[in-house]
């Protein structure tokens, strides 16, 4: 049963999930975790042996896993946005004085059901009842005066050396894609792109902007 319920959160199953589902509580399954983190297979099975303690306890791998899913690095004060192994060592060290080794903190992070990601990039500004209102009110209406009128409908969109690049990848539970929210400010030398529903794309160059 310890092996099915490891198994099942390194697929990307919530340990809560996992837990309700094997009829035990959290703790025990980030137990389970952290013993298998230590010593794989074997150490599910074996007796505990008296020693030095695991490199990381159950509580410290339950708050790395709510730390990362609910947080960006920002937030705990690191300047870049994304979760890196080297950020997670350090977040590691500083919360708890350990130092892992990144390979270390790779397997913890595999273990609890995380996995290198690319984000989204969401504008921190975005309304989504504006959103949802204009693809049900505001773009059906701009098509029918479009094929009114015998025109065709672009969408138009920016891209060249910009300030807000976004690349990178960062660890996030498998089967849930990150975002990381931003400024929605652009600063740059700038080529615009535009693409039809039917695929007609055009092109237009234009200097320095900032939008």
Sequence with gaps: MRQQAIKAVRDGQPVASVAAAFGMNVTTIFRWLAKFAEGGQNALLAKPIPGRPPKVSAEEMR??????????PQQFKFEFGLWTLSLLRELINREFGKSLSLESVRRVMKLLGFSTQKPLYQAWQQDPVLVKQWESETYPAIKAEAQAAGATIYFA???GIRSDYHTGTTWAPIGETPVVTVTGRRFSFNMISAVSPRGD???MIHGNCSA
Excluded: G, L
């Excluded at 790395?64 to 960006?72: E, F, G, L, P, R």
């Design 201 to 203: 794309i055009r092109f």
């Design 157 to 159: 969109d920016e891209a």
């Design 63 to 72: 708050w790395i896993a709510q730390a990362v899913k609910d947080n960006t």
